[in-house]
């Protein structure tokens, strides 16, 4: 229903503004809600969940509930990829926000790979030296440096500023 749609926009919409004014507690129970509403919306299996199941994720990573938002996350990366495939930039936030929580957990490689399909599928969809492209970068350098690989963090580090400094003129 109409109603319903509202809802799910105003409450989603809420989510955000929580999260950018830190109240990550409060963001993860909006998102949670968002989610709920969604499925009621659209059923199981549809785009509006896949966002907010990896929403609901990267709230649950800010407030430290690693497990949980690494079930999630994996939720939302298999719906992303069936909805919309491999080479997809929207599967690319659900691998990005994944491999953020990988990180977190210390399973670099598998970060790092997840970290790297999703920076591919950004510089295929809107150019390797778009702000999102260049925030993977950097999110890689982390990846490498964490893992003792020196060499892989400097490329990522300076793809990530060549990319930032296109923005400057």
Do not use: C, W
């Amino acid at each position: 229903s109409k109603q319903l749609l509202m809802q799910e926009e105003a409450v989603n919409g809420m989510a955000m503004v929580y999260g950018r004014m830190e109240e990550f507690e409060k963001q993860r129970e909006m998102y949670r809600r968002s989610l709920q509403l969604a499925t009621r919306l659209y059923g199981e299996e549809s785009g509006v969940v896949a966002r907010s199941l990896t929403n609901l994720s990267r709230s649950l990573h800010a407030l430290g509930r690693l497990e949980k938002a690494d079930r999630i996350s994996a939720r939302a990366v298999e719906l992303h990829r069936k909805l919309y495939g491999r080479f997809d930039h929207r599967t690319g936030f659900a691998l990005y926000a994944r491999g953020k929580v990988l990180q977190k957990l210390g399973r670099y490689k598998n970060a790092g790979e997840l970290v790297e399909k999703a920076r591919a599928l950004f510089a295929e969809a809107i150019g390797p030296n778009h702000p999102h492209t260049a925030t993977m970068d950097a999110t890689l350098l982390d990846i490498y440096r964490e893992m003792g690989d020196i060499d892989e963090a400097a490329r990522h580090g300076e793809a990530a500023l060549t990319a930032y400094r296109t923005h400057l003129d």
